[in-house]
């Protein structure tokens, strides 16, 4: 069973920055896709950034040029950079993965990013 776990969430003040990860129980070859969503109170989950399995990368609007995803094989991991952090980037961060073979698709349980102004 594909397990995701994010980590490195926390509570900021706006204009800092965080780093997301997300390590993987399998080789990150092994994905089409990995991606970073988000969910803020009261709003639906939403595509922050995503990386391909040829590392194409693609970005909501509301972050470009403030967030970077990035991955590492050897870590089994992907990363969200996040700077000049805003308020309305309050949200829980979920790690999804749609699987290379059998497009299976998993998400991690979350990390809580809060943003002060």
């Known amino acids: 069973q594909v397990q995701l776990v994010e980590s490195g969430g926390g509570l900021v003040q706006a204009g800092e920055s965080l780093r997301l990860s997300c390590q993987a129980s399998v080789s990150v070859a092994s994905f089409e896709s990995m991606a970073w969503y988000r969910q803020a109170p009261e709003k639906q989950r939403e595509l922050v950034a995503l990386i391909t399995h040829d590392g194409s990368t693609n970005y909501a609007d509301s972050v470009k040029g403030r967030f970077t995803i990035s991955r590492d094989s050897a870590q089994r991991s992907v990363y969200l950079q996040m700077n000049n952090l805003k308020p309305d980037d309050t949200a829980v961060y979920y790690c999804?993965?749609?699987?290379?073979?059998?497009?299976?698709?998993?998400w991690g349980q979350g990390t809580q990013v809060t943003v002060s102004s």
């Open positions: 999804h993965a749609i699987e290379l073979i059998w497009r299976k698709h998993y």
